[in-house]
């Protein structure tokens, strides 16, 4: 069982930046599939970010250039660096970890891009 809490979500004006933690309970977390989504009222959640255990990154193409994935394994935690935020980066980002087929959610953080 692996218990997922994301945090650093907030206000912030349009180009500027945020970084999203999310701290991961349990063993093996070196051997996850980390990823980010986000997810705005109406709409399906959507893939962001995405960090495999070998370190190999992936984001989806509106965030590219402007967003980056990293973990820290000794520390159970994984991040996404979010720079030139625009007000479309408005949304819920929830953390997922996924391991044999298993997935596991953290509870999300509001992230809100405005003036």
């Known amino acids: 069982q692996v218990q997922l809490v994301e945090s650093g979500g907030g206000l912030v004006q349009p180009g500027g930046s945020l970084r999203l933690s999310c701290a991961a309970s349990?063993?093996?977390?070196?051997?996850?599939?980390m990823s980010w989504y986000r997810q705005v009222p109406g709409k399906q959640r959507e893939l962001v970010a995405v960090?495999?255990?070998?370190?190999?990154?992936n984001y989806i193409d509106s965030v590219k250039g402007r967003f980056t994935i990293f973990r820290n394994n000794a520390k159970n935690t994984v991040f996404l660096q979010m720079n030139s935020l625009k007000p479309e980066d408005t949304a819920v980002y929830y953390c997922?970890?996924?391991?044999?087929?298993?997935?596991?959610w953290g509870q999300g953080t509001q992230v809100t891009v405005s003036s």
């Open positions: 960090i495999t255990n070998t370190g190999t990154t």
């Open positions: 997922n970890a996924v391991k044999d087929l298993r997935g596991y």
């Open positions: 349990g063993s093996f977390f070196s051997s996850y599939t």
